[in-house]
């Protein structure tokens, strides 16, 4: 771990009162080193996607749901059941599809009959009960069930005739979405978008470590991965993620650039003119723990300004929206936030 000045210990004390700033040294050095043994562990089976897995690590990292994005066979799949299996966490999968209903996702109860005669109901847990889940091909199921899996991941309880039933901890979603295939599906709407913490698109490897990929998933047998981290060791890297300190220079940044982003408020004119609706407060919010856990997970004790900027597309891509001038005149969203980041960064 960077060393730490005295400056950073004094804020240290005053962002995080009751924790000792050596015992939080000392936590910050061990969870590095794990989740740099992670990260190590799990390039032996995700060739070339170096970016996304940082991603989704930070994501677990921050407590958060990730929504993965990318053509079929860029192993999304393989990336959580080896995130899974490296963290020791309870993993399940569903795959999404029209017919699929909520029940199939929270349980449902069903009625039994004692030796006696007497029935009652019994609540069989679906597949949401686990520590980490993929959603795969999450737009095409209904509306109907996929708000029944947001709100579980929103709640982290679902509730079956009037009782609740908490879900384990951690509990984390890791959704897909292919790009491609619109036909038969139901596109997740804004509101629903803007729960996931990260936007974290998946693209082709390099030509070297599809190479790599190639020797390693075709010749022999592959050994599984190993276990480096537990549920317990991530719990308590996300409560140091919410004790390390901020800045007041990264604060402010990361407000001008989500306040910038909403056309009402910006001072952009490309904004006022392209974007159709902008960044909520949650923005902001995904911003603090997400740069937090970037810093944590680089070995540092305190996020920067860079650490803003790299988080700035994965933020804030799912949680805005082009108006029709701006389709017509050619414009992205990633344009757009390019041009936040230069303006305010």
Known sequence: MNNITGAEMAQYKGFAPGLDPADAEAMADEVGARFSAAREAIAKYIFGQKTVVDQVLITLLAGGNGLLIGVPGLAKTRLVDTLGIVLGMDTKRIQFTPDLMPGDIVG?????????????????????????????????????????????????????????????????????????????????????????????????????????????????????????????????????????????????????????????????????????????????????????????????????????????HPILRHRMALNFSARAEGATIAQVIDGLCQAYL
């Open 108 to 312: 449902s109860e069903v009625l039994e009959e004692a030796d006696d005669g007497r029935r009652n109901f019994r609540f069989i847990k679906g597949p949401v009960f686990c520590q980490l889940l993929m959603a795969d091909e999450i737009n095409r199921a209904s509306p109907r069930t996929q708000s029944a899996l947001l709100q579980a991941m929103q709640e982290r309880h679902v509730t079956i005739a009037g009782q609740r039933y908490d879900l384990p901890r951690p509990f984390h979603v890791l959704a897909t979405q292919n790009p491609l295939e619109q036909e038969g599906t139901y596109p997740l709407p804004e509101a629903q978008l803007d729960r996931f913490l990260l936007q974290v698109d998946v693209g082709y490897p390099d030509r070297e470590a599809e190479q790599k990929m190639l020797l390693a998933t075709t010749v022999g047998d592959e050994k599984p991965p190993q276990q480096v981290i537990d549920p317990e060791m991530l719990i308590k890297a996300q409560a140091l993620v919410r004790r390390l300190p901020v800045g007041e220079k990264v604060v402010q940044a990361i407000l001008g650039l989500v306040r910038s982003g909403r056309p009402d408020d910006s001072a952009s004119e490309t904004v006022r003119n392209f974007v159709a609706w902008g960044p909520s407060p949650r923005a902001s919010q995904a911003f603090m723990l997400a740069i937090r856990a970037r810093a944590l997970l680089e070995g540092r004790f305190a996020p920067s300004i860079d650490d803003v900027l790299a988080l700035s």
